[in-house]
Protein backbone atom coordinates (compact mmCIF):
# COMPACT_ATOMS: atom_id res chain seq x y z
CA UNK A 1 0.00 0.00 0.00
CA UNK A 2 1.44 3.68 -1.06
CA UNK A 3 1.85 6.00 1.65
CA UNK A 4 -1.30 8.41 0.78
CA UNK A 5 -3.51 5.19 0.60
CA UNK A 6 -2.35 4.30 4.36
CA UNK A 7 -2.93 7.93 5.02
CA UNK A 8 -6.35 7.77 4.05
CA UNK A 9 -7.37 4.87 4.98
CA UNK A 10 -5.65 6.06 9.01
CA UNK A 11 -8.05 9.09 8.09
CA UNK A 12 -11.34 6.71 8.26
CA UNK A 13 -13.28 6.61 11.16
CA UNK A 14 -15.75 4.16 12.51
CA UNK A 15 -19.05 5.66 13.56
CA UNK A 16 -18.39 4.72 17.06
CA UNK A 17 -15.31 7.12 16.47
CA UNK A 18 -17.22 10.24 14.94
CA UNK A 19 -20.05 10.23 17.92
CA UNK A 20 -17.48 10.03 20.66
CA UNK A 21 -16.10 12.51 18.92
CA UNK A 22 -19.16 14.74 18.53
CA UNK A 23 -20.33 13.84 22.13
CA UNK A 24 -16.64 14.75 23.31
CA UNK A 25 -16.97 18.43 21.61
CA UNK A 26 -20.36 18.72 22.79
CA UNK A 27 -19.62 18.12 26.54
CA UNK A 28 -16.82 20.09 26.47
CA UNK A 29 -18.79 23.23 25.23
CA UNK A 30 -21.53 22.44 27.97
CA UNK A 31 -18.29 22.69 30.60
CA UNK A 32 -17.55 25.82 28.91
CA UNK A 33 -21.13 26.76 29.11
CA UNK A 34 -21.84 25.66 32.41
CA UNK A 35 -18.54 27.54 33.79
CA UNK A 36 -19.73 30.85 32.40
CA UNK A 37 -23.47 30.50 33.74
CA UNK A 38 -22.13 29.37 36.92
CA UNK A 39 -20.43 32.22 37.60
CA UNK A 40 -22.85 34.42 36.21
CA UNK A 41 -26.54 32.48 37.05
CA UNK A 42 -28.09 35.78 36.75
CA UNK A 43 -27.15 35.87 32.96
CA UNK A 44 -28.38 31.97 33.03
CA UNK A 45 -31.50 33.10 34.72
CA UNK A 46 -32.11 35.68 32.08
CA UNK A 47 -30.75 33.09 28.66
CA UNK A 48 -31.63 29.72 29.54
CA UNK A 49 -35.05 30.45 31.65
CA UNK A 50 -36.20 32.93 29.96
CA UNK A 51 -37.06 35.21 33.04
CA UNK A 52 -36.57 39.13 33.38
CA UNK A 53 -34.78 40.21 36.56
CA UNK A 54 -34.08 43.90 37.90
CA UNK A 55 -30.74 45.01 38.15
CA UNK A 56 -30.99 44.17 42.38
CA UNK A 57 -32.85 41.07 41.77
CA UNK A 58 -29.22 40.14 39.47
CA UNK A 59 -27.16 40.90 42.22
CA UNK A 60 -29.05 39.15 44.89
CA UNK A 61 -28.82 35.97 42.62
CA UNK A 62 -25.45 36.15 41.64
CA UNK A 63 -24.29 36.68 45.45
CA UNK A 64 -26.69 33.61 46.25
CA UNK A 65 -24.77 31.63 44.19
CA UNK A 66 -21.47 32.81 45.50
CA UNK A 67 -21.60 33.20 49.01
CA UNK A 68 -22.45 30.30 51.37
CA UNK A 69 -24.19 31.89 53.50
CA UNK A 70 -27.02 34.22 52.74
CA UNK A 71 -29.40 36.92 54.61
CA UNK A 72 -32.54 38.52 52.73
CA UNK A 73 -34.68 41.40 54.60
CA UNK A 74 -37.57 42.61 52.45
CA UNK A 75 -40.11 44.77 52.51
CA UNK A 76 -43.48 43.38 51.63
CA UNK A 77 -44.30 42.69 48.17
CA UNK A 78 -40.84 43.46 46.89
CA UNK A 79 -40.61 39.35 45.61
CA UNK A 80 -38.10 38.03 48.19
CA UNK A 81 -40.20 34.16 47.60
CA UNK A 82 -40.09 34.79 44.41
CA UNK A 83 -36.16 35.30 44.04
CA UNK A 84 -36.24 32.22 46.52
CA UNK A 85 -38.05 30.46 43.56
CA UNK A 86 -35.44 31.70 40.56
CA UNK A 87 -32.58 30.74 42.76
CA UNK A 88 -34.00 26.90 43.49
CA UNK A 89 -34.77 26.72 39.73
CA UNK A 90 -31.66 27.93 38.62
CA UNK A 91 -29.03 26.05 40.96
CA UNK A 92 -30.50 22.81 41.07
CA UNK A 93 -30.19 22.99 37.15
CA UNK A 94 -26.78 24.13 37.04
CA UNK A 95 -25.78 21.73 39.84
CA UNK A 96 -26.98 18.27 39.23
CA UNK A 97 -27.43 15.88 42.05
CA UNK A 98 -28.62 19.30 44.66
CA UNK A 99 -31.34 18.96 47.31
CA UNK A 100 -32.77 22.05 48.28
CA UNK A 101 -34.49 21.84 52.03
CA UNK A 102 -37.14 24.47 52.52
CA UNK A 103 -38.79 25.05 56.03
CA UNK A 104 -40.57 28.29 57.47
CA UNK A 105 -42.73 28.40 60.61
CA UNK A 106 -45.67 26.26 59.04
CA UNK A 107 -45.58 24.00 55.65
CA UNK A 108 -47.77 26.16 53.63
CA UNK A 109 -45.75 29.23 54.12
CA UNK A 110 -42.52 27.18 53.28
CA UNK A 111 -44.37 25.97 50.05
CA UNK A 112 -44.96 29.32 48.84
CA UNK A 113 -41.66 29.20 47.09
CA UNK A 114 -43.01 25.96 45.13
CA UNK A 115 -45.36 27.79 43.91
CA UNK A 116 -43.54 30.91 42.52
CA UNK A 117 -41.54 27.59 40.47
CA UNK A 118 -44.84 26.81 39.15
CA UNK A 119 -45.22 30.05 37.95
CA UNK A 120 -41.93 30.50 36.46
CA UNK A 121 -42.84 27.11 34.24
CA UNK A 122 -45.96 28.96 32.62
CA UNK A 123 -43.54 31.13 30.74
CA UNK A 124 -40.08 29.48 30.54
CA UNK A 125 -40.44 26.14 28.46
CA UNK A 126 -36.47 25.14 29.56
CA UNK A 127 -37.59 24.56 33.21
CA UNK A 128 -41.00 22.58 32.02
CA UNK A 129 -38.58 20.23 30.10
CA UNK A 130 -36.02 20.26 33.34
CA UNK A 131 -38.65 19.14 35.54
CA UNK A 132 -39.85 15.47 35.97
CA UNK A 133 -42.60 15.91 38.44
CA UNK A 134 -44.08 18.84 41.06
CA UNK A 135 -46.00 17.30 43.90
CA UNK A 136 -48.05 20.56 45.77
CA UNK A 137 -50.59 18.63 48.55
CA UNK A 138 -50.91 19.17 51.81
CA UNK A 139 -49.15 16.83 52.53
CA UNK A 140 -45.88 16.90 50.43
CA UNK A 141 -44.40 19.95 48.57
CA UNK A 142 -41.21 18.79 46.61
CA UNK A 143 -39.63 19.23 42.27
CA UNK A 144 -37.92 16.45 41.42
CA UNK A 145 -35.38 17.31 38.10
CA UNK A 146 -34.04 15.55 35.41
CA UNK A 147 -30.53 16.22 36.25
CA UNK A 148 -31.25 14.41 40.02
CA UNK A 149 -31.82 17.88 42.07
CA UNK A 150 -34.42 17.82 44.29
CA UNK A 151 -36.16 20.35 46.24
CA UNK A 152 -38.52 20.04 49.04
CA UNK A 153 -40.58 21.59 51.91
CA UNK A 154 -39.80 20.28 55.26
CA UNK A 155 -41.73 20.56 58.80
CA UNK A 156 -39.82 23.11 61.19
CA UNK A 157 -39.82 20.30 64.24
CA UNK A 158 -38.50 17.32 65.69
CA UNK A 159 -40.14 15.62 63.39
CA UNK A 160 -38.35 16.34 60.56
CA UNK A 161 -34.48 15.28 61.44
CA UNK A 162 -34.22 12.38 58.92
CA UNK A 163 -34.28 15.18 56.11
CA UNK A 164 -30.53 15.63 54.74
CA UNK A 165 -29.92 18.85 52.30
CA UNK A 166 -26.81 20.76 49.94
CA UNK A 167 -28.64 23.57 50.59
CA UNK A 168 -31.04 25.02 53.38
CA UNK A 169 -33.75 28.02 53.00
CA UNK A 170 -35.53 29.30 55.93
CA UNK A 171 -38.07 31.58 54.62
CA UNK A 172 -39.57 34.30 57.64
CA UNK A 173 -36.95 33.08 59.64
CA UNK A 174 -37.82 35.21 62.16
CA UNK A 175 -40.87 33.27 63.02
CA UNK A 176 -39.49 29.46 63.44
CA UNK A 177 -38.10 28.79 66.55
CA UNK A 178 -34.05 29.36 67.00
CA UNK A 179 -33.53 26.03 68.89
CA UNK A 180 -35.25 24.18 66.18
CA UNK A 181 -32.72 26.51 63.64
CA UNK A 182 -29.47 24.76 65.52
CA UNK A 183 -30.61 21.44 66.57
CA UNK A 184 -32.83 20.41 63.52
CA UNK A 185 -32.71 22.69 60.76
CA UNK A 186 -29.10 23.19 60.39
CA UNK A 187 -28.26 19.60 61.09
CA UNK A 188 -29.85 18.50 57.49
CA UNK A 189 -26.39 19.68 56.06
CA UNK A 190 -24.22 16.98 57.19
CA UNK A 191 -22.70 16.38 53.33
CA UNK A 192 -22.16 18.29 50.37
CA UNK A 193 -22.76 17.37 46.83
CA UNK A 194 -21.00 14.75 45.85
CA UNK A 195 -20.28 15.11 41.51
CA UNK A 196 -19.29 12.25 39.75
CA UNK A 197 -15.72 13.26 39.30
CA UNK A 198 -14.81 13.52 43.13
CA UNK A 199 -14.99 9.55 42.95
CA UNK A 200 -11.79 9.49 41.07
CA UNK A 201 -8.64 8.52 42.58
CA UNK A 202 -7.07 11.82 40.73
CA UNK A 203 -9.81 13.96 42.18
CA UNK A 204 -9.52 12.38 45.97
CA UNK A 205 -8.11 15.39 47.45
CA UNK A 206 -10.20 18.33 45.24
CA UNK A 207 -12.17 20.52 47.71
CA UNK A 208 -16.01 19.54 47.95
CA UNK A 209 -18.65 22.35 47.20
CA UNK A 210 -19.84 23.82 50.71
CA UNK A 211 -23.28 23.36 51.95
CA UNK A 212 -25.23 26.91 51.89
CA UNK A 213 -27.59 28.53 54.43
CA UNK A 214 -30.20 30.96 53.13
CA UNK A 215 -32.53 33.38 55.06
CA UNK A 216 -35.03 35.41 54.25
CA UNK A 217 -37.56 37.67 56.55
CA UNK A 218 -38.93 41.10 57.02
CA UNK A 219 -37.33 42.61 59.97
CA UNK A 220 -38.71 42.56 63.53
CA UNK A 221 -37.07 43.86 66.71
CA UNK A 222 -33.61 44.35 68.12
CA UNK A 223 -34.35 42.24 71.32
CA UNK A 224 -34.99 39.22 69.11
CA UNK A 225 -32.70 36.87 67.87
CA UNK A 226 -32.80 37.34 64.49
CA UNK A 227 -30.90 41.06 64.92
CA UNK A 228 -27.75 38.96 66.47
CA UNK A 229 -27.87 36.95 63.66
CA UNK A 230 -28.12 39.93 61.04
CA UNK A 231 -25.75 41.65 62.96
CA UNK A 232 -22.71 38.16 62.99
CA UNK A 233 -23.31 37.87 58.92
CA UNK A 234 -22.98 42.10 58.41
CA UNK A 235 -19.41 41.44 60.62
CA UNK A 236 -18.37 38.14 58.74
CA UNK A 237 -19.40 40.09 54.86
CA UNK A 238 -17.28 43.04 56.05
CA UNK A 239 -14.71 40.55 56.56
CA UNK A 240 -14.17 39.25 53.46
CA UNK A 241 -15.93 35.85 54.47
CA UNK A 242 -18.52 33.95 52.31
CA UNK A 243 -20.96 35.69 53.71
CA UNK A 244 -23.75 38.21 52.33
CA UNK A 245 -26.27 40.30 53.97
CA UNK A 246 -28.59 42.75 52.56
CA UNK A 247 -31.56 45.30 53.11
CA UNK A 248 -34.38 46.04 50.52
CA UNK A 249 -36.60 48.87 51.93
CA UNK A 250 -39.82 50.31 50.12
CA UNK A 251 -38.48 52.84 48.28
CA UNK A 252 -36.32 50.23 45.85
CA UNK A 253 -39.81 48.39 45.49
CA UNK A 254 -41.25 51.94 44.57
CA UNK A 255 -38.07 52.90 42.48
CA UNK A 256 -38.78 49.79 40.20
CA UNK A 257 -42.56 49.89 40.23
CA UNK A 258 -42.98 46.83 41.96
CA UNK A 259 -45.25 48.79 44.87
CA UNK A 260 -47.10 52.07 43.68
CA UNK A 261 -46.30 55.10 45.63
CA UNK A 262 -49.88 56.03 46.42
CA UNK A 263 -50.08 53.02 47.68
CA UNK A 264 -47.65 52.98 50.83
CA UNK A 265 -48.70 57.27 51.15
CA UNK A 266 -52.32 55.74 51.40
CA UNK A 267 -51.29 53.46 54.04
CA UNK A 268 -49.26 55.71 55.97
CA UNK A 269 -52.60 58.32 56.00
CA UNK A 270 -54.66 56.09 57.78
CA UNK A 271 -55.40 56.18 61.51
CA UNK A 272 -54.88 52.29 61.89
CA UNK A 273 -50.99 53.50 60.42
CA UNK A 274 -48.76 51.74 62.86
CA UNK A 275 -44.97 53.76 62.64
CA UNK A 276 -43.61 50.63 64.30
CA UNK A 277 -44.67 47.74 62.36
CA UNK A 278 -43.78 50.01 59.25
CA UNK A 279 -40.43 50.52 59.88
CA UNK A 280 -40.02 46.65 60.76
CA UNK A 281 -41.94 45.69 57.62
CA UNK A 282 -41.38 48.51 54.80
CA UNK A 283 -38.20 50.21 55.70
CA UNK A 284 -36.75 46.70 56.40
CA UNK A 285 -35.04 48.28 59.46
CA UNK A 286 -35.10 46.51 63.02
CA UNK A 287 -36.90 48.16 66.04
CA UNK A 288 -35.42 49.64 69.26
CA UNK A 289 -37.27 50.88 72.00
CA UNK A 290 -36.72 54.31 73.79
CA UNK A 291 -34.46 54.02 76.70
CA UNK A 292 -36.32 54.95 80.07
CA UNK A 293 -39.53 53.28 79.44
CA UNK A 294 -42.33 52.67 82.15
CA UNK A 295 -43.02 49.45 79.81
CA UNK A 296 -40.70 46.85 78.49
CA UNK A 297 -40.67 45.50 74.99
CA UNK A 298 -39.30 41.96 75.59
CA UNK A 299 -41.95 41.90 79.07
CA UNK A 300 -45.12 42.63 76.83
CA UNK A 301 -44.10 40.87 73.56
CA UNK A 302 -44.16 37.63 75.86
CA UNK A 303 -47.32 38.28 76.23
CA UNK A 304 -48.72 37.70 72.63
CA UNK A 305 -49.88 34.15 72.80
CA UNK A 306 -53.27 34.34 72.34
CA UNK A 307 -53.79 32.99 68.92
CA UNK A 308 -57.65 33.96 68.11
CA UNK A 309 -59.88 36.98 68.90
CA UNK A 310 -63.09 36.95 69.51
CA UNK A 311 -65.61 39.06 67.33
CA UNK A 312 -69.42 40.11 67.48
CA UNK A 313 -71.47 38.34 65.03
CA UNK A 314 -71.86 40.98 62.37
CA UNK A 315 -67.83 40.75 62.33
CA UNK A 316 -67.92 36.72 61.14
CA UNK A 317 -71.14 35.96 60.39
CA UNK A 318 -69.21 34.54 56.83
CA UNK A 319 -67.47 32.95 58.66
CA UNK A 320 -68.54 29.15 60.14
CA UNK A 321 -65.31 28.73 61.89
CA UNK A 322 -66.41 28.15 65.74
CA UNK A 323 -62.68 29.46 66.65
CA UNK A 324 -63.69 33.18 65.73
CA UNK A 325 -67.06 33.54 67.76
CA UNK A 326 -67.70 34.03 70.95
CA UNK A 327 -67.66 31.05 72.82
CA UNK A 328 -70.33 30.34 76.10
CA UNK A 329 -68.44 31.11 79.40
CA UNK A 330 -67.05 28.73 81.38
CA UNK A 331 -67.91 28.10 85.17
CA UNK A 332 -65.96 31.10 87.34
CA UNK A 333 -65.21 32.82 84.28
CA UNK A 334 -65.60 36.70 84.55
CA UNK A 335 -65.80 39.39 81.35
CA UNK A 336 -64.76 43.06 81.95
CA UNK A 337 -65.64 45.77 78.97
CA UNK A 338 -63.60 48.45 79.48
CA UNK A 339 -64.00 52.15 77.55
CA UNK A 340 -61.57 54.96 77.26
CA UNK A 341 -64.23 57.77 76.08
CA UNK A 342 -63.44 60.40 72.91
CA UNK A 343 -66.03 61.94 71.38
CA UNK A 344 -64.42 64.25 68.47
CA UNK A 345 -62.17 62.81 66.75
CA UNK A 346 -58.85 64.65 66.75
CA UNK A 347 -57.76 66.06 63.03
CA UNK A 348 -54.94 67.96 63.67
CA UNK A 349 -52.70 65.06 65.69
CA UNK A 350 -54.80 62.28 65.63
CA UNK A 351 -54.40 61.16 69.19
CA UNK A 352 -57.67 61.02 70.52
CA UNK A 353 -60.61 58.09 70.05
CA UNK A 354 -62.31 56.11 72.11
CA UNK A 355 -60.95 52.85 72.91
CA UNK A 356 -62.43 49.19 73.90
CA UNK A 357 -61.18 46.20 75.07
CA UNK A 358 -62.64 42.82 76.37
CA UNK A 359 -61.13 41.08 79.19
CA UNK A 360 -61.48 37.58 79.71
CA UNK A 361 -60.83 35.79 82.82
CA UNK A 362 -60.10 32.58 83.46
CA UNK A 363 -59.84 30.72 87.09
CA UNK A 364 -56.51 28.94 87.74
CA UNK A 365 -56.04 26.42 90.01
CA UNK A 366 -54.57 28.34 92.90
CA UNK A 367 -57.19 30.85 93.37
CA UNK A 368 -55.88 33.40 90.82
CA UNK A 369 -56.85 34.47 87.46
CA UNK A 370 -55.45 34.52 83.72
CA UNK A 371 -56.53 37.85 82.30
CA UNK A 372 -56.78 37.28 78.28
CA UNK A 373 -57.35 40.57 76.33
CA UNK A 374 -59.55 38.70 73.49
CA UNK A 375 -60.64 41.97 71.62
CA UNK A 376 -59.66 45.00 70.82
CA UNK A 377 -61.14 48.35 68.63
CA UNK A 378 -61.08 51.79 68.34
CA UNK A 379 -63.81 54.24 67.33
CA UNK A 380 -63.17 57.85 66.37
CA UNK A 381 -65.67 61.06 65.91
CA UNK A 382 -68.91 58.90 67.21
CA UNK A 383 -71.49 61.05 69.39
CA UNK A 384 -72.48 60.01 72.90
CA UNK A 385 -75.26 58.16 72.30
CA UNK A 386 -74.15 56.31 69.35
CA UNK A 387 -70.74 55.19 71.64
CA UNK A 388 -73.19 53.93 74.32
CA UNK A 389 -75.12 51.85 72.43
CA UNK A 390 -71.55 50.17 70.12
CA UNK A 391 -70.56 49.97 74.10
CA UNK A 392 -73.50 48.35 75.42
CA UNK A 393 -74.10 45.76 72.58
CA UNK A 394 -70.51 44.39 73.07
CA UNK A 395 -71.27 44.70 76.39
CA UNK A 396 -74.69 42.35 76.06
CA UNK A 397 -72.90 40.45 73.12
CA UNK A 398 -69.66 39.20 74.47
CA UNK A 399 -71.59 38.51 77.75
CA UNK A 400 -69.81 40.58 80.49
CA UNK A 401 -69.63 40.66 84.25
CA UNK A 402 -68.39 44.57 84.32
CA UNK A 403 -68.33 47.76 81.92
CA UNK A 404 -65.20 50.02 82.83
CA UNK A 405 -65.26 53.85 82.06
CA UNK A 406 -63.99 56.76 83.25
CA UNK A 407 -66.44 58.77 84.26
CA UNK A 408 -64.39 62.28 84.92
CA UNK A 409 -64.77 64.28 81.80
CA UNK A 410 -66.57 62.86 78.40
CA UNK A 411 -67.39 59.48 79.94
CA UNK A 412 -70.05 60.94 82.42
CA UNK A 413 -72.47 61.62 79.23
CA UNK A 414 -72.08 57.91 78.12
CA UNK A 415 -72.73 56.49 81.53
CA UNK A 416 -76.05 58.93 81.55
CA UNK A 417 -76.60 57.43 78.21
CA UNK A 418 -76.35 53.40 79.82
CA UNK A 419 -78.50 53.86 83.04
CA UNK A 420 -81.46 54.45 80.56
CA UNK A 421 -82.81 51.89 77.91
CA UNK A 422 -81.61 52.00 74.95
CA UNK A 423 -82.87 50.76 71.47
CA UNK A 424 -80.94 49.69 68.75
CA UNK A 425 -82.79 50.21 65.50
CA UNK A 426 -80.31 47.83 63.45
CA UNK A 427 -81.73 45.08 65.40
CA UNK A 428 -84.82 45.73 67.20
CA UNK A 429 -83.59 44.94 70.27
CA UNK A 430 -84.20 47.62 73.47
CA UNK A 431 -81.36 46.82 75.98
CA UNK A 432 -82.12 47.54 79.83
CA UNK A 433 -80.48 49.97 81.76
CA UNK A 434 -77.70 49.15 83.82
CA UNK A 435 -76.68 50.94 86.95
CA UNK A 436 -73.28 51.65 89.15
CA UNK A 437 -71.75 48.75 91.49
CA UNK A 438 -68.98 51.00 93.01
CA UNK A 439 -69.91 54.83 93.35
CA UNK A 440 -73.07 55.55 95.41
CA UNK A 441 -73.61 59.13 93.85
CA UNK A 442 -72.96 57.46 90.30
CA UNK A 443 -75.42 55.19 90.82
CA UNK A 444 -78.08 57.69 92.12
CA UNK A 445 -78.02 58.93 88.48
CA UNK A 446 -79.72 55.84 87.02
CA UNK A 447 -83.64 56.34 87.81
CA UNK A 448 -84.11 52.60 87.27
CA UNK A 449 -84.22 51.53 90.53
CA UNK A 450 -83.82 47.83 89.99
CA UNK A 451 -81.26 48.35 87.21
CA UNK A 452 -78.62 45.66 87.49
CA UNK A 453 -75.15 47.29 88.93
CA UNK A 454 -72.49 46.48 85.88
CA UNK A 455 -70.93 49.70 85.82
CA UNK A 456 -67.26 50.38 87.13
CA UNK A 457 -67.04 54.06 87.21
CA UNK A 458 -63.42 54.98 87.54
CA UNK A 459 -62.36 58.66 88.41
CA UNK A 460 -59.14 59.15 87.93
CA UNK A 461 -56.63 60.62 90.07
CA UNK A 462 -52.75 60.55 90.59
CA UNK A 463 -52.69 58.53 93.08
CA UNK A 464 -54.82 56.17 91.54
CA UNK A 465 -53.42 56.63 87.74
CA UNK A 466 -50.24 56.01 89.79
CA UNK A 467 -51.38 52.77 91.00
CA UNK A 468 -53.35 52.03 87.49
CA UNK A 469 -49.84 52.49 85.68
CA UNK A 470 -47.67 49.93 88.32
CA UNK A 471 -50.35 47.42 88.03
CA UNK A 472 -50.53 46.85 84.63
CA UNK A 473 -46.41 46.99 84.28
CA UNK A 474 -46.81 44.45 87.12
CA UNK A 475 -49.00 42.15 84.93
CA UNK A 476 -46.51 42.00 82.25
CA UNK A 477 -43.81 41.31 84.12
CA UNK A 478 -45.45 38.64 85.66
CA UNK A 479 -46.84 37.19 82.79
CA UNK A 480 -50.26 37.06 84.07
CA UNK A 481 -51.75 39.30 81.06
CA UNK A 482 -51.71 37.53 77.89
CA UNK A 483 -52.43 39.64 74.32
CA UNK A 484 -53.32 38.81 70.93
CA UNK A 485 -50.64 37.25 68.71
CA UNK A 486 -48.80 40.18 66.41
CA UNK A 487 -50.91 40.83 63.16
CA UNK A 488 -47.71 39.77 60.93
CA UNK A 489 -47.77 36.58 62.48
CA UNK A 490 -51.37 36.03 62.46
CA UNK A 491 -51.72 36.14 58.62
CA UNK A 492 -51.08 32.40 58.31
CA UNK A 493 -53.37 31.19 61.25
CA UNK A 494 -56.40 33.46 59.82
CA UNK A 495 -55.77 31.86 56.44
CA UNK A 496 -56.20 28.56 58.12
CA UNK A 497 -59.76 29.41 59.05
CA UNK A 498 -62.86 27.77 57.18
CA UNK A 499 -64.37 29.99 54.81
CA UNK A 500 -61.81 32.68 55.08
CA UNK A 501 -60.60 32.09 51.46
CA UNK A 502 -64.17 33.18 50.37
CA UNK A 503 -64.33 36.38 52.52
CA UNK A 504 -63.84 39.58 50.85
CA UNK A 505 -60.74 41.40 51.06
CA UNK A 506 -62.52 43.88 53.43
CA UNK A 507 -64.24 41.01 55.54
CA UNK A 508 -60.60 39.80 55.81
CA UNK A 509 -59.12 42.99 56.86
CA UNK A 510 -61.86 42.97 59.53
CA UNK A 511 -60.50 40.09 61.24
CA UNK A 512 -56.90 41.27 61.58
CA UNK A 513 -58.34 44.51 63.02
CA UNK A 514 -58.19 43.19 66.75
CA UNK A 515 -54.43 42.09 65.92
CA UNK A 516 -53.69 45.82 64.71
CA UNK A 517 -55.22 47.47 67.52
CA UNK A 518 -53.06 45.04 69.75
CA UNK A 519 -50.03 45.70 68.23
CA UNK A 520 -50.95 49.50 68.33
CA UNK A 521 -51.45 49.33 72.10
CA UNK A 522 -47.74 47.88 72.34
CA UNK A 523 -46.80 50.85 70.30
CA UNK A 524 -48.19 53.28 72.73
CA UNK A 525 -47.40 51.48 76.01
CA UNK A 526 -43.39 51.34 74.72
CA UNK A 527 -43.58 55.13 73.62
CA UNK A 528 -44.93 56.24 76.61
CA UNK A 529 -43.19 58.60 78.94
CA UNK A 530 -43.03 59.14 82.77
CA UNK A 531 -42.46 60.87 85.33
CA UNK A 532 -42.11 60.44 89.02
CA UNK A 533 -43.28 63.14 92.27
CA UNK A 534 -43.93 62.44 95.25
CA UNK A 535 -43.99 58.87 95.20
CA UNK A 536 -46.77 59.30 92.61
CA UNK A 537 -45.89 58.02 88.80
CA UNK A 538 -47.40 60.77 86.28
CA UNK A 539 -47.61 58.78 82.66
CA UNK A 540 -47.57 60.93 79.46
CA UNK A 541 -47.62 60.34 75.54
CA UNK A 542 -45.14 62.22 73.65
CA UNK A 543 -46.48 64.93 71.57
CA UNK A 544 -48.48 63.59 68.59
CA UNK A 545 -48.96 60.50 69.75
CA UNK A 546 -51.54 58.68 71.92
CA UNK A 547 -52.13 56.61 75.42
CA UNK A 548 -56.27 55.89 74.73
CA UNK A 549 -55.57 51.94 74.18
CA UNK A 550 -53.11 52.27 77.74
CA UNK A 551 -55.77 54.33 79.59
CA UNK A 552 -58.50 52.01 79.07
CA UNK A 553 -56.46 48.55 79.30
CA UNK A 554 -54.84 50.10 82.58
CA UNK A 555 -58.38 50.63 83.57
CA UNK A 556 -59.76 47.67 83.03
CA UNK A 557 -56.81 45.29 84.32
CA UNK A 558 -57.37 47.42 87.70
CA UNK A 559 -60.75 46.27 87.84
CA UNK A 560 -60.26 42.66 87.22
CA UNK A 561 -57.50 42.98 89.99
CA UNK A 562 -60.20 44.39 92.57
CA UNK A 563 -62.57 41.65 91.57
CA UNK A 564 -60.11 38.85 91.69
CA UNK A 565 -58.98 40.39 95.71
CA UNK A 566 -62.73 40.41 96.07
CA UNK A 567 -63.19 37.10 94.62
CA UNK A 568 -60.54 35.78 96.83
CA UNK A 569 -61.70 37.58 99.94
CA UNK A 570 -64.88 35.87 99.94
CA UNK A 571 -63.65 32.45 99.35
CA UNK A 572 -61.08 32.42 102.59
CA UNK A 573 -64.03 33.99 104.84
CA UNK A 574 -66.46 31.20 103.31
CA UNK A 575 -63.67 28.53 103.90
CA UNK A 576 -62.72 30.03 107.70
CA UNK A 577 -66.83 29.69 108.52
CA UNK A 578 -67.03 26.29 107.26
CA UNK A 579 -63.39 25.57 109.18
CA UNK A 580 -65.56 27.10 112.37
CA UNK A 581 -69.04 24.81 112.12
CA UNK A 582 -66.33 21.97 111.15
CA UNK A 583 -64.36 22.60 114.47
CA UNK A 584 -67.86 23.27 116.77
CA UNK A 585 -66.74 21.40 120.15
CA UNK A 586 -68.44 17.81 120.95
CA UNK A 587 -69.23 17.51 124.69
CA UNK A 588 -69.97 13.84 125.98
CA UNK A 589 -71.16 12.67 129.11
CA UNK A 590 -69.73 10.42 130.91
CA UNK A 591 -69.74 8.75 135.38
CA UNK A 592 -67.58 11.86 136.42
CA UNK A 593 -69.93 14.20 134.37
CA UNK A 594 -69.40 16.32 131.22
Not at 63 to 92: D, H, P
Not at 575 to 586: C, K, L, Y
Request: proline share 4%; with cysteine; hydrophobic share 35%.
Amino acid sequence: MSQPEAVASAMVQTDAEIIREKHQKTMRAVAKWVSFYRANPHRFVRDYLGVKLYPFQQIIIKEMFEKVNTVLLACRGIGKTFLFGVFCSGYCILYPGTTICIASKTRGQAAEVIDKVQLLMVESPNLRSEIVEIKRNEREASITFRNGSVVKVVTSSDNGRHNRATVLIIDEFRMVDKNTIDTVLKKFLTSSRMPGYLRKPQYADYPRERTKELYGSSCWYESHWSYELVKSYISNMMRGRSYFCCSLPYQLAIKEHILERERIEDDMSESTFNSMTFTMEMESLFWRQGEGGLYNFDDINKTRVLEYAFYPREEVMHVPDKRVHIPPKRPEEIRILSADIALMASTKSKNDATSIFINQMQPLYNGRYSKNIVYATNNEGLRTEVQALVIRRLFDEFDCDYLVIDVKGLGIGVVDALMGDIYDASSGITYPALSCCNDDTIAQRCAIADAPKKIWAVQGSPEFNSQCALALREEFKQGRLHLLDTDIEIENTLRELKGYSSLTPAEQATLQLPYVHTTLLVKELVDLEYETRNNVIRVKEKPGRRKDRYSSLSYNVYVSNAVERSLAQSTRQNISEARIRWRVPQLYKNKGGY
